[in-house]
């Protein structure tokens, strides 16, 4: 790669779904060439790594924030304290406690959540540790960033980790004007938490893609102005699903009579449910249960392989149910006591509301298909 001659600003928005703009006239003006494009399974933590390295999770080994790991599980001390009042902390206050201990004192990074039961802990592993936007953040994968500092090109990224939305705007809008760099990445993450709880309000969505046109439109003026040849790509994960049912996979799992850790674990996501088995008699009683979710499937070995979440030590899964697009897994450990969202992201691929989109001032050079041809596109834009 060498530096760009032109100004690149690309801009990721989390959870700006093709059918939310599909027929829109959102910066229509300045980013003609418009396209959905099909998300990768699963969630930002696996998504989002992909459009930075251009791999696959199956690839990169990258995928949903927990998995099995219990030689290096960082909570792995626990095992030798059986003594531990495990009764206590299984509630919202006990599991506060244990993310607060994640976060500060094993260096799980900020975004850990304690979101299974504080007892399984030590069997499981946290992936997301360090700022994915920053040099090695994705460990043993190199992203775009590794490969714009291997190179000595200059480049400036923004995220939610320094600032919000509308700082990093703000930010960026100046150093563009004023830094030498000509790569410049933003990572807006404020919609996707917007449309969790809103993503049924055509007017309050209205208003705050509003919002996101002004100051991206204001931003591509300011790169103008310094290089009028400057190029812009806006783009996104996923989109948004409406929720329409809720489903208590867990009480189905609790009525078989199985014990966790010793016959099996399970952790369960908003839109899927991952389980590892210890007994013969556990994994033919709980694939059963599985076959028999009226509103959600288990992912064949094929198919896994199919959306490319494949992996050879079974870490996210030795089975994987997937709900059907809307519905929530009402007792997953991820969404925390009293959030209700209307909006969900992790379905099948297919789903026609999953899907991201790409945006760009330019034609594209080249036919893009899924959210992880994207990182083909950066490191085109600068070869
Ligand atoms: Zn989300």
Redesign the pocket.
């Known amino acids: 790669m060498k530096a760009p001659r032109q100004l690149h600003l690309f801009v990721l928005i ?2 700006l779904g093709w059918s939310l703009i599909e027929n829109s006239s959102f910066l229509r003006e300045i980013l003609p060439h418009r396209q959905g494009l099909r998300t990768q399974l699963g ?2 933590s696996g998504v989002i790594p992909s459009i930075l390295s251009g791999l696959s999770p199956g690839q990169s080994g990258i995928w949903n924030l927990v998995y099995y790991d219990p030689e290096r599980s960082p909570f792995r001390w626990m095992r030798r304290l059986p003594f531990l009042p495990y009764e206590m902390l299984d509630n919202r206050l006990g599991r506060r406690f244990m993310t607060e201990l994640g976060r500060r004192a094993l260096g799980l990074g900020p975004g850990f959540d304690c979101c299974v039961s504080p007892q399984l802990l030590p069997w499981f592993n946290w992936g997301e540790r360090r700022n994915i936007y920053e040099q090695g953040g994705l460990g043993a994968t190199a992203s775009i960033f590794d490969q714009l500092a291997a190179e000595g090109i200059p480049y400036r990224a923004y995220s939610y980790q320094r600032a919000t939305d509308r700082e990093i705007l703000a930010r960026a809008a100046t150093d563009i004007e004023r830094d030498s760099a000509r790569f410049f990445f933003l990572y807006l993450c404020e919609l ?2 917007f449309l ?1 709880t809103h993503c049924n309000d055509a007017e309050m969505i209205a208003g705050k893609l509003a919002w996101y046109e002004e100051n991206l439109q204001r931003l591509f003026a300011g790169a103008l102005r310094r290089d009028r040849e400057a190029k812009f790509f806006l783009f996104s994960d996923h989109g948004m699903t409406p929720v329409c049912r809720h489903y208590d996979l867990a009480a189905d799992i609790d009525a078989c009579g199985l014990r966790m850790p010793e016959d099996y674990l399970a952790v369960y996501d908003s839109t899927m449910a991952r389980f590892w088995f210890f007994s013969g008699q556990a994994r033919v009683a709980i694939n059963d249960c599985l076959g028999r979710v009226p509103c959600g499937r288990l992912l064949s070995g094929d198919e896994q392989r199919e959306l490319g979440v494949c992996f050879s030590d079974n870490r996210y899964g030795e089975a994987v149910l997937l709900m059907e697009p809307g519905t929530l897994i009402s007792s997953s450990g991820f969404n925390g006591a009293g959030w209700k969202p209307v909006g ?2 992790g379905y099948h691929p297919d789903d026609p509301h999953s899907d991201a989109v790409f945006l760009s001032n330019c034609p594209p050079t080249f036919p893009l298909a899924t959210v992880t041809d994207i990182y083909r596109y950066m490191r085109e834009s600068v070869s």
């Open positions: 989390d959870a969630f930002s996707d938490g969790h969900m992201h």
